[in-house]
């Protein structure tokens, strides 16, 4: 088994952080390293982490709040695996993710993968929606639609080379993948719903969608240096996108058992 590095940025995170770190512990591909990238927290995250005597968990704390493309980064430049992968402290992992995930990288000698994944809801007890995501997708196709989730996404650093995020503000992992496929990296999906993505408070959601609108405009345009028109012509296919992910991940509600 290679070693697998798990980012895991966390700000004031103590109330899920043990059920997200719980989820990797528990998982049946065991070679991995857990960073988890403490963010100036305020609460018990850090000893809640620490709390956990296994030397494959592992705690970077942070002298000031830098938000969390750059709290992953640090994470990124610390990271010993072949493979990287991605968590936030929030979030959570079906048990056999690692293992279906790099097997399936490496019988196609992928250079990044991702998966589907449901959405829970903020006690984590019922899943109120999937996100089902396309076994191949290009460059240009990202661009319309930011389906990638992070809380899926494994990367073969070996074939890509060291990766650093954008400090975009939200949209600094969907800039990270279409980086990667600009490249002309090797990309596919695993149809398979291996996570959990914990959406938060319901009442915040337009200010988040306006705010992510903005970021990935900046991705367009700052980072991925589209000219106007270029932008102008993707960007209403990415809200259009958008408008479906929110009805698919707001759909039928089911207990988690």
Not at 16 to 35: K, P, R
Not at 129 to 155: A, D, M
């Amino acid at each position: 088994m290679v070693l697998v590095s798990i980012i895991m940025p966390a700000h004031n995170a103590e109330e899920h952080i043990e059920s997200s770190i719980n989820s990797v512990m528990l998982q049946t591909y065991q070679n991995f390293e857990l960073l988890v990238i403490d963010d100036c927290s305020q609460d018990q995250t850090v000893n809640l982490v620490r709390g956990y005597q296994d030397e494959r968990v592992k705690v970077i704390e942070l002298k000031e709040n830098v938000g969390v493309a750059a709290a992953r980064n640090q994470g990124l430049k610390q990271a010993l695996g072949k493979y990287v992968a991605f968590l936030d402290s929030d979030d959570l992992w079906k048990v056999d993710k690692l293992e279906k995930q790099i097997q399936f990288m490496e019988d196609r000698e992928l250079a990044l993968s991702y998966t589907a994944y449901e959405v829970i809801d903020a006690a984590g007890e019922k899943v109120t929606g999937r996100v089902t995501i396309p076994e191949n997708i290009s460059y240009r196709q990202l661009l319309k639609n930011t389906i990638i989730g992070c809380l899926t996404v494994i990367i073969d650093i070996e074939k890509t080379g060291k990766i650093e995020m954008p400090n975009l503000g939200g949209a600094e992992d969907t800039a990270t993948w279409l980086s990667i496929l600009r490249e002309g990296h090797k990309v596919a999906g695993l149809t398979e719903s291996l996570a959990y993505y914990r959406k938060g408070n319901t009442s915040s959601l337009s200010n988040n969608k306006l705010h992510m609108a903005k970021q990935i405009w900046l991705v367009y345009r700052e980072n991925q240096k589209l000219s106007f028109l270029q932008s102008l012509i993707y960007f209403p296919c990415y809200v259009w996108n958008g408008f479906f992910k929110h009805l698919r991940t707001g759909g039928s509600v089911k207990t988690i058992r």
